[in-house]
């Protein structure tokens, strides 16, 4: 499946933005998705995921609250809706897709980048203090 990531932009801190992540090219909801961000000479991050019928979502707990993932299987289309923006939310997001169905029994398997097969291209958001 190739992915596409959109909706980055530059927004003051307390505003939002909603991502978009478009899947194509393969049965979109085999796939267990994740949102995950890297800032500048930082490590790539886990921030959510949901699995493939779109049952359960996780999420890491600096963004508690705040984010919200799903997805459509009908529109091929995964979701992250961002409130409550901090500055240190800034950082490029990343769409990613995997048949990993650990991903919904495992911690450790659904925060690794390597448990996922297929990444979008990346979406930068800004967040100004």
């Known amino acids: 499946v190739q992915l596409q990531a959109s909706g980055g932009g530059y927004v003051q801190a307390g505003g939002s933005l909603r991502l978009s992540c478009a899947g194509s090219?393969?049965?979109?909801?085999?796939?267990?998705m994740a949102w995950f961000r890297q800032a500048p000479g930082k490590e790539r991050e886990f921030v959510e995921a949901?699995?493939?019928?779109?049952?359960?979502?996780y999420y890491t707990n600096s963004v508690k609250g705040r984010f919200t993932i799903s997805r459509d299987n009908a529109k091929n289309m995964m979701y992250l809706q961002m409130n409550s923006l901090k500055p240190e939310d800034t950082a490029v997001y990343y769409c990613?897709?995997?048949?990993?169905?650990?991903?919904?029994?495992?911690?450790?398997?659904?925060?690794?980048?390597?448990?996922?097969?297929?990444w979008g291209q990346g979406t930068q958001v800004t967040v100004s203090s």
């Open positions: 090219g393969g049965t979109f909801s085999r796939y267990g």
């Open positions: 949901i699995t493939a019928s779109g049952a359960n979502t």
């Open positions: 990613a897709a995997t048949e990993n169905r650990g991903i919904g029994l495992s911690l450790r398997i659904r925060t690794n980048p390597n448990t996922y097969e297929h």
